[in-house]
Every structure is written in C-alpha cells, then in structure tokens.
C-alpha cells in the first residue's frame, strides 16, 4: 500500500513512520511512504504558502495554488480516483471500521493543513474524504495522519506477525478488551485471576467475553448498546409442544 502525503512538514511524518512495527512493514515491502512537501511547490518568489483571509479574521489560511500543484504532482503516478483524505476537525470521526475499509485501496493521498486552515476552493477540487481524529484542535493535520497511516497500516495483511494478531484487538469485534496478565503470577500482592491458570480454553474464553462485555457497558454504554443489538442474547428455550390441531396453527404460534 502506498500512501502519499501533502504537509508542509515532511519529515515530521517520515520521523514518525520510520520506527517499530511500521518501519518493519516497510522493510518488508508492504507499505511505502512519501512526503511531499507543499512548499517545493510554491511560485512565490519569497516561498509562501499562506495568506491572509477574505472578510477578515485571525490567522492565516493556505493557498490553494501550492497545495494543487503538489497533488497534481502525485496524480500522474497513482490510479485515477485515488481517495484524497482531507485531516479536519470538520471531518467524520475515524475510527477502527474506516481503517479497515482504507486499507483496501491500493493508494491513499493525505492532506495536512497547518494555520487556521485552507483556501476552500482546493478542498473542492480535490479532497474525496474529510476525517477527523477528534473533537479537538492541533496545530497541524500531520499527527492525524500519522493516526490514520498507522491504524490502516496494521490491517493490511502481513504488517502484524501472528502474536500481535489485530484479531483480538479492542473493536475488532465492537467491544474493548479484556484485562490481560504475564508474569510473575503475583506482583504487588495483586494476583493474576486464577481461571486463566486453569488451562481450559472454553472457560478462558468466557471468562474473556464477560470481561468485555462488562468493561464496555461501564465505559463505552453507545458501543455495548450497539454490540447488543448485533448479538441478541439467545431467548431461553422453550418446551416442545405437544401436536395439537392443524399444521398451521402451530406454524403462527412460533411466529
Ligand atoms: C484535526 C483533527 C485538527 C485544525 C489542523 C486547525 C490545523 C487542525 N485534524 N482531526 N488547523 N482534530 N486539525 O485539529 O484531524
């Protein structure tokens, strides 16, 4: 997978990609970086990329010129339609269902404003997808795209060996995780509960399930409400009748 992103602060993003699990996934092949820098592309004499806001107001907005022609730059070497994800409070708010679907594309383009924002026109032009991180404002769009290269990046097939599994992740199954224990056995006096020494798997398992479902009704009731809705507790069997009558009687009463 390919992501290609529009900053101002180009190594702010590659710093950020090139460590951990996300460096060995480029080791490896399976995702490639390039930063492309918004300035290189000015025709300012003086190299500028902001100005100031029609009608007035605080800050500085960038310029839709120097951001168009860095992305026009990119337009020619990745397929036509290639999503173009705008990084804005203003956006839908990410979240573990959107990296999954991202992950599927071949390519994806990031924009990262900076200053109080960017000349409107631009965004028209060419972003395809507004996201959000949060409801809070940053300084620049670099950290959620970071955010965003880093959560789709370990869904894509290979970028997580078989022990960091994204199987059991928190949302994977629309629930947070379970509390998990490693050694020593007891530390601080705290031990860790005794039916996961049990070595029975089923009995683990539930106990893992009941851990999640009880961790996300307290702290995330909007997901356990959604979670609930999916999984139906199963209603309690109910006694076979006796046959009675016609056929289709009974039929309606199981309705
Ligand atoms: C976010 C956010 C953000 C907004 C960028 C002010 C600079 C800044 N981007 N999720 N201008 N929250 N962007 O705060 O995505």
């Known amino acids: 997978m390919y992501f290609h992103v529009l900053t101002l602060f180009p190594d702010m993003i590659t710093q950020g990609v090139h460590t951990s699990i996300l460096a060995r996934a480029m080791e490896r092949g ?10 290189d592309y000015t025709l300012n004499k003086h190299g ?19 951001i168009y022609d860095a992305w026009a730059s990119i337009r020619d070497r990745v397929p036509e339609g290639t999503r173009v994800l705008h990084m ?4 839908r708010t990410f979240d573990q269902k959107m990296a999954q679907e991202l992950a599927q594309e071949e390519h994806l383009i990031l924009l990262c404003g900076h200053y109080e924002g960017i000349d409107e026109r631009v965004l028209e032009e060419i972003v395809t997808d507004e996201i959000s991180v949060g409801d809070y404002v940053l300084t620049g769009g670099e950290l959620p795209a970071m955010i965003v290269i880093d959560a789709v990046s370990r869904m894509i097939p290979g970028v997580l060996s078989n022990t960091e599994s994204p199987e059991t992740d928190s949302f994977m199954n629309g629930l947070l995780e379970y509390p998990q224990y490693s050694r020593p056995e007891e530390w601080h006096g705290k031990k860790v509960p005794p039916i996961l020494l049990s070595g029975d798997h089923a009995k683990v398992d539930a106990w893992r ?23 139906p507790p199963k209603p ?14 009974e039929a309606r009463e199981d309705v």
């Open 209 to 231: 399930l009941e851990q999640s479902l009880e961790r996300t009704r307290q702290r995330r009731p909007e997901l356990y409400e959604a979670y609930m809705l999916e999984h």
């Open 88 to 91: 804005t409070p203003q956006g």
């Open 48 to 66: 500028r990329v902001d100005d100031y806001p029609y009608g007035g107001g605080a800050g500085m907005l960038m310029q839709a010129q120097p």
């Open 236 to 249: 309690p069997k109910r006694r076979r009748r006796r046959h009675t009558g016609s056929g289709a009687e």
């Open 30 to 39: 399976l995702i490639s970086l390039e930063a492309v820098n918004i300035r």
